[in-house]
């Protein structure tokens, strides 16, 4: 149906993107440094940026890759350091896309329980003293994708400890950072880390706009050489124009203001979202995140989330369903992404929403 009101993808809708300072970005890019900017440039990505980014994150350019979007850093760095049969722990549940490309790698794929203050750390260790060492840890920790959850102060530092003494990398992915509209910032495991047991992506997608597939990674000097000649044999450099836009838009200050457009606009959209759904589907449990793009909903045992699927797409909503982020269970859960959806159309997407539920849990009732 036409009027279609989406909660599936998580991206800015276009009335808080910045598109004036964009197009300002883009002009000082052309102007400033149109040789950079037209270049084929190297794998390491567009110089100014790096550095930029490497002033950010207080570390060396050496240990800094700028890529296509930060999928494309993810792909690079499972390539690089997970062969087939290596065991990866990732959140229960996870990003889809992670769960794919990591099962194209042929990994042993073992997922640990995602609390509401992040991954349960206690099982994770026990998976560890049960003979299960992991190649790497995958971790989400702020505003997780899809649950929302942010990582405690507290399990950072556990996560390091671990990571330390049974010589496993932590993957710190980490988009989302910047999007807190409540509660209080916490450090990067990157900032925390003393054994150089982290690395550290995150991308300009979410603070500036998707289209522009800037994402970077972080880690130790060595591991990035080797992943810039990887990048090198795939694609000779990243998108050159686009980063350099991306640092025009940083440098000038226009990111800050951007991520507080952003910020302003999601607060707003969670607090209704919270009463949406507490007036029309109060069946609903979910913790309300401090920053991000998601909502992570539980509906009650028994509900199925395919069937509900259905329903809603009928009623002209849309959302993904809880199982595309697990390898078994979550059939009655399902993501919520409101940071597409303008404040005046969650009540409305909502109310279709619950009454999708209705009709799928009489329909259940009666058989």
Known sequence: MADTISFARGAPSLDIVDVDGLRDAATRAFTNDPGGATAYGTSIGYVPLRRWI??????????????NGSMQADAFLFETVVAEGDAVVVEKPTYDRTLLNLRSHGAAVRMVELETDGIDVAELRDLIEGGVTPKLAHVIPNFQNPAGYTLSQAKRGELLTLAAQHGFMIFEDDPYKHIRFSGEDLPTMLSMDEHDSVVYASSFSKTVCPGIRVGYLVGPAELIAKIAK????????????????VYEFCASGAIDRSIATVKAALAERVATLDAALKEHLPEARYTLPEGGYFMWVELPEGTDVAALFGAAAERGVQFVKGTDFLLEGGENTLRLAYSGVTNDRIDEGIRRLADAYRSVAGAAAAA
């Open 54 to 67: 490497a002033e950010q994150h207080a570390v060396d350019e050496a240990n800094v890759l700028v890529t």
């Open 230 to 245: 990887l990048a090198t044999n795939t694609y000779i450099s990243p998108n050159m124009v686009a980063q350099a836009i």
